[in-house]
């Protein structure tokens, strides 16, 4: 059975000019374990599509079941890494992956150091934000992400905002942590390089917001 069921779903927004259809009759499923990735062109509606699953957009139409159940708000069975990393400047990287949990409780200070270790960021647990790459930095977003063990992680061009190099890496990281976990990935991109190296199924959706009747996935020899 699917972990993450969507059917019938659609999305529209009201602005003073009138009303956006931003997703029409979207279909999709994913099985536990996969990494789906979701390429289009800007606007077509990839991000209002993962924020409707995060449950951080609840205002729609249409079937958005995570294990079986209709997604009605965000939770921690859902991770969600933006694009900039949004870490608290004021807590150190350990603090920002324990977030609203307290580090003097032995299983979470467990969890975070399993967690420093997946994002190869030993010895940086006492640095500060500012002390940070942009790579790194969003290491600490994707370990904060997973601390709760999410069934599904959702990622909102992760990597847009960084150089080739350390965009490649981050890729690295990514697979690494998709390999030893198991977690699965669904991730926004509209690269499509990087949409085809990183996924075992590409889904691409519609240019035209509004005319987006099925999307398309390909399964990709993994
Ligand atoms: P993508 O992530 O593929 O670039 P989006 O999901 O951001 O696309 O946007 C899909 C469509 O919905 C676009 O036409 C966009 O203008 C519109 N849209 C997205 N968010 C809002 C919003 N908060 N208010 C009004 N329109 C929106
Ligand atoms: P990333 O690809 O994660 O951004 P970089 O390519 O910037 O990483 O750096 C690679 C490695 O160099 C890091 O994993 C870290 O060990 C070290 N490093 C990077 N930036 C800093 C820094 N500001 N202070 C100390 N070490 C750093």
New binding site residues.
């Given amino acids: 059975t699917a972990l993450l069921e969507i059917a019938q779903l659609d999305k529209s927004f009201e602005t003073p000019k009138g009303v956006t259809q931003a997703l029409k009759d979207i279909r999709l499923s994913v099985k536990e374990g996969e990494f789906i990735t979701v390429i289009g062109p800007s606007g077509c509606g990839k991000s209002t599509l993962l924020k409707i699953i995060a449950g951080l957009d609840t205002q729609h139409e249409g079937v958005v079941k995570l294990a079986q159940e209709q997604v009605s708000g965000p939770g921690i069975d859902k991770g969600f890494i933006f694009q900039e990393p949004r870490l608290f400047p004021w807590l150190t990287v350990e603090g920002n992956i324990a977030a609203n949990l307290s580090l003097k409780d032995a299983t979470i200070r467990q969890r975070v150091q399993e967690l420093i270790r997946l994002v ?1 960021l030993e010895g940086f647990e006492k640095s500060y934000p500012r ?6 930095a969003q ?1 600490v977003a994707i370990a904060r992400a997973l601390l709760r063990r999410p069934k599904v992680l959702l990622l909102d061009e992760p990597f847009g905002a960084l150089d080739a190099f ?1 965009r490649s ?2 890729q690295e990281v990514l697979l690494d942590i998709w390999q030893e976990n198991k977690t699965t990935m669904m991730f926004v991109t509209h690269d499509i390089d990087e949409a085809i190296y990183l996924a075992n199924r590409v889904v691409i959706m519609n240019a035209r917001p509004g005319s987006i009747k099925r999307i398309v996935s390909i399964d990709l020899p993994y």
Avoid: V
């Avoid at 002390?131 to 790194?136: F, I, K």
């Fill in positions: 190869r002390e940070l790459s942009g790579g790194m290491r350390t890496h981050m």
